[in-house]
T-cell receptor, first 116, second 113 residues
């Protein structure tokens, strides 16, 4: 039973399109995250939600909009896709009661987005 | 601006020997450090962490050492096993933003028989 799941696993789309990536966690965690792994393999945090409230919003174009319908879900919607958006996007969650628990994040398998 | 640096993109170690993965950081506001392990086509998995009030943390075959004055940490794996072959990410977090983790670019560890 997958703890953090993402759909789709692969996404190929053309420039200018709008797409969404879905994330669900069944761990009962309070905090969820979106990360982007770029071509240089750096994992960079994009957003973090705690109990459906946005707590981290890094310097990300406003074409990216996270939506958390409930504590178990954090979806990522991307408008007007650009070539530079091609990357692997990872969703993660953590319990976030103690400092240590914030950092023990559970990651999904990733979604490879290719924009052509 | 790379605040967390892993200067060795790859490392090859013989099975049974010690693997040492290194990491440097530049931000003195970091006070919590972590290592994550990643297999192909999977997300990273948490391995071990250390608070800045300590200089060593051990968990089974894995030990993390922190040298605050040098802004350097290392992960030791003893003995190395074939299943340890993966990409290892060093990461750090500032006290001011506990849930924010800054990752390095990773080191690919290969354990050869």
């Amino acid at each position: 039973d997958t703890a953090v799941s993402q759909t789709p696993k692969y996404l190929v789309t053309q420039m200018g399109n709008d797409k969404s990536i879905k994330c669900e966690q069944n761990l009962g965690h309070d905090t969820m995250y979106w990360y982007k792994q770029d071509s240089k393999k750096f994992l960079k945090i994009m957003f973090s939600y705690n109990n459906k409230e946005l707590i981290i919003n890094e310097t990300v174009p406003n074409r990216f909009s996270p939506k958390s319908p409930d504590k178990a879900h954090l979806n990522l919607h991307i408008n007007s896709l650009e070539l530079g958006d091609s990357a692997v996007y990872f969703c993660a969650s953590s319990q976030a009661i103690t400092r240590a628990e914030f950092h023990e994040q559970y990651f999904g398998p990733g979604t490879r987005l290719t924009v052509t | 601006d790379q605040q967390v640096k892993q200067n060795s993109p790859s490392l090859s170690v013989q099975e049974g020997r010690i693997s040492i993965l290194n990491c440097d950081y530049t931000n003195s506001m970091f006070d919590y450090f972590l290592w994550y392990k990643k297999y192909p086509a999977e997300g990273p998995t948490f391995l071990i962490s250390i608070s800045s009030i300590k200089d060593k943390n051990e968990d089974g075959r894995f030990t993390v050492f922190l040298n605050k004055s040098a802004k350097h940490l290392s992960l030791h794996i003893v003995p190395s096993q074939p299943g340890d072959s993966a990409v290892y990410f060093c990461a750090a977090s500032p006290f001011s933003s506990a849930s924010k983790i800054i990752f390095g670019s990773g080191t690919r560890l290969s354990i050869r028989p």
